[in-house]
């Protein structure tokens, strides 16, 4: 009988082989290794990138003294909030 059961074990491991065969031939029937395809899929994926792109706004150009001035301003505002009352950094709820 342990010959009779090793004989079966045989022929469902080349089943297997031959199954497994298979799926792999019907997997590369489907690919194509023609490259005359104008674009490929890295191709496609570069486009998508290039065209999701961020563009910043534009800020408005400011001269050098009203920058001066901002932050001068600035500076006497902190100054001036000893007791950091509604300080104006975007903290304060």
């Known amino acids: 009988m342990s010959k009779r059961g090793s004989g079966h074990e045989s022929e469902d491991a080349f089943d297997d082989k031959e199954l497994i065969d298979a799926e792999f031939q019907s997997m590369v029937e489907g690919l194509s290794l023609d490259e005359s395809a104008p674009t490929t899929y890295l191709d496609e994926l570069d486009a ?6 961020f563009s910043p706004p534009t800020i408005p150009k400011r001269s050098l003294i009203d920058q001066i001035k901002d932050s001068l301003n600035a500076m006497v505002r902190w100054k001036n909030n000893r007791n950091n009352q509604h300080p104006d950094d975007g903290a304060a709820l």
Do not use: A
């Not at 998508?48 to 792109?53: A, E, T």
């Open 48 to 53: 998508i990138d290039r065209s999701n792109r």
